[in-house]
């Protein structure tokens, strides 16, 4: 059990620690080339036990509070949709934000709701001064998530990855604390 991971949840979301029952998704959501081809380590065909593998690795990494990667699920259910991850460098009080969701389940928002809630952990409970991510320029859909979490565009470093016979261009994004505090002071109910 993850006993460094809380559940966190959302309007329509629970995000909880990964368990040897999620395999399966896993296993099934993975699998395709179109989820696999805008991830930088997500191997396809996805290997047979690569799901067992994964979820035992992650829980490692949370036990050792290395790594914060939570089960993406939609209320009521609680099968898992997809993942999500923060991944701190501690030393420098910063994190990557990393997701992916199965293809039946887009365009619904649900990473978006996601990424929020995990920036809110990772400021509030992490005590985090930055956090930022990435996405493959071919894919506008990972970097429309960031913008609407209220990151900010770094730039782009052109022909940063090779990744499937072809060099990927990578746009960049981040916040920053006292932007979070900036969009949260905005949102707060006025007494």
Known sequence: MNSHL???ETERLILRPLEMTD???????ADHPEIAANLLTMPHPYPEDGAVEFIEKM???INAREDFVFAITAKPSDNLIGVIGLHPRKEHHRAEIGYWLGIPFWGNGYVSEAARRVMIFGFEELGLNRIYASHFTDNPASGKVMQKIGMTYEGTLRQHWYRWERYRDTSYYSILREDYDALKNKTAPKG
């Open 6 to 8: 809380p559940r966190l």
């Open 23 to 29: 395999a399966t998704n896993i296993r099934q959501l």
């Open 59 to 61: 829980q490692d990494a």
